[in-house]
T-cell receptor
Framework: SQQGEEDPQALSIQEGENATMNCSYKTSINNLQWYRQNSGRGLVHLILIRSNEREKHSGRLRVTLDTSKKSSSLLITASRAADTASYFCATDGGGGGNKLTFGTGTQLKVEL | NAGVTQTPKFQVLKTGQSMTLQCAQDMNHEYMSWYRQDPGMGLRLIHYSVGAGITDQGEVPNGYNVSRSTTEDFPLRLLSAAPSQTSVYFC???????????FGQGTRLTVV
């Protein structure tokens, strides 16, 4: 079963605007990760936030984690056309094997 | 470094045929996994391995076999292909539990 649900399913913004996407999950986690997938390509790791962290930054990315609400958000600031992709959250619930449970993804389109 | 390499990139099978999807990584990662991605869904875990000689089932293992004879290779075998196995398959590897996963470019499989 899918662990995460992402919201919105699709998002269209203008270049320079900020993009925010949200992820909710169901069970306890060790960490939550965000991945980007360009059309027809593999997934690329963006950022990882551990269960004892509340906020993390990497370049134009800001991730928050609220374990009490079982939710996370990814903010991309000053979006560029090259940010057009699908974004997935993935949770690591522990238990060995580095098994990731993925959300359904948000399709982001950044228009010029 | 090539990272995670998957072959073939595309494959069409007839129902009942068998085939092996190849996955190799050159990062000396102990953890490797296979996922499938279907439209409108996130990735779902098929099988995973925590080291040579050790494999286990994920969320959707039926119809698939794996083996891990070396650290580098983790092939996925379809025993008797069914149309329900039409999907995009991704192999991933990671250094340890709780670390980021590195993904291959995927194999797009169609079963007719």
């Amino acid at each position: 079963s899918q662990q995460g649900e992402e919201d919105p399913q699709a998002l269209s913004i203008q270049e320079g605007e900020n993009a925010t996407m949200n992820c909710s999950y169901k069970t306890s986690i060790n960490n939550l990760q965000w991945y980007r997938q360009n059309s027809g390509r593999g997934l690329v790791h963006l950022i990882l936030i551990r269960s004892n962290e509340r906020e993390k930054h990497s370049g134009r990315l800001r991730v928050t984690l609220d374990t009490s609400k079982k939710s996370s958000s990814l903010l991309i600031t000053a979006s560029r056309a090259a940010d057009t992709a699908s974004y997935f959250c993935a949770t690591d619930g522990g238990g060995g094997g580095n098994k990731l449970t993925f959300g359904t993804g948000t399709q982001l389109k950044v228009e010029l | 470094n090539a990272g995670v390499t998957q072959t073939p990139k595309f494959q069409v099978l007839k129902t009942g045929q068998s085939m092996t999807l190849q996955c190799a990584q050159d990062m000396n990662h102990e953890y490797m996994s296979w996922y499938r991605q279907d439209p409108g869904m996130g990735l779902r875990l098929i099988h995973y391995s925590v080291g040579a000689g050790i494999t286990d089932q994920g969320e959707v293992p039926n119809g698939y076999n794996v083996s891990r004879s070396t650290t580098e290779d983790f092939p996925l075998r379809l025993l008797s292909a069914a149309p329900s196995q039409t999907s995009v398959y991704f192999c991933a590897s990671s250094f340890r539990q709780g670390a980021e996963a590195f993904f291959g470019q995927g194999t797009r499989l169609t079963v007719v």
